[in-house]
């Protein structure tokens, strides 16, 4: 079972999105369910989220996230907690052009149980209505990219990652088909 509530304009310019999800009760999950509880609370220039998971056998959080992203016209930015509070990150969207064809983003993230930051830029580049090149690289070396050519109702994702800091090593190459009906 899975609904969603959607209020409108509680303060002005407003939205509060709220979906609860509740296991099939012809399911195996029955005598182990998890109570799923997402919320969404924002205008057009900031949002809060949260999404949390109760298990309600044992009585704890499966897993609880929140975030709040800020939004402007050129740009946004976001800042999430997640894996029970152990992971934050915070990513940095700019448009390069006021077509929006172009992007450059930014992400750091921080795994507290690890003591480790990992840091990523990247970029986005709208070639034509059917074509996104994308390309990403972190601060452990991972250099990928993605190119994705769609018609009318298909899409053809190439991806390729290689390592920077052990170039002798073999590069990733991968090949996807969707065909939506």
């Known amino acids: 079972i899975f609904t969603t509530i959607t209020v409108a304009d509680i303060v002005p310019s407003t939205k ?6 509740l ?3 012809s399911s195996y999950m029955l005598e182990n369910p998890i109570v799923d509880l997402i919320a969404t609370l924002g205008t057009p ?9 109760y298990d309600t056998t044992s009585g704890n959080f499966a897993k609880y996230t929140a975030g709040v ?11 999430v907690s997640g894996d029970k509070g152990d992971t934050i990150k915070a990513w940095y969207l700019h448009h390069l052009d006021q077509l929006k064809k172009s992007v450059a983003v930014a992400e750091i993230s921080r795994r507290f149980s690890t003591n480790e930051n990992t840091f ?8 034509d209505d ?6 990403k690289l972190s ?3 991972k250099l990928g990219a993605v190119r994705h050519q769609v018609i009318p109702k298909s899409m053809v994702p190439v991806s390729s990652e290689f390592d920077t800091l ?3 090593k073999c590069s990733r190459f991968g090949l996807t088909l969707a065909l939506k009906p």
């Open 16 to 21: 509060v999105i709220t979906s609860i999800k």
């Open 23 to 25: 296991p099939d009760l």
């Open 45 to 53: 220039a900031i949002a809060f989220g949260v999404e949390n998971g």
């Open 69 to 79: 992203n800020v939004s402007k016209p050129e740009s946004c930015a976001s800042i």
């Open 120 to 127: 990523t830029v990247g970029g986005l580049y709208v070639v």
């Open 130 to 135: 059917l074509t996104v090149v994308r390309a």
């Open 139 to 141: 601060n452990h070396g």
């Open 166 to 168: 052990a170039l002798d």
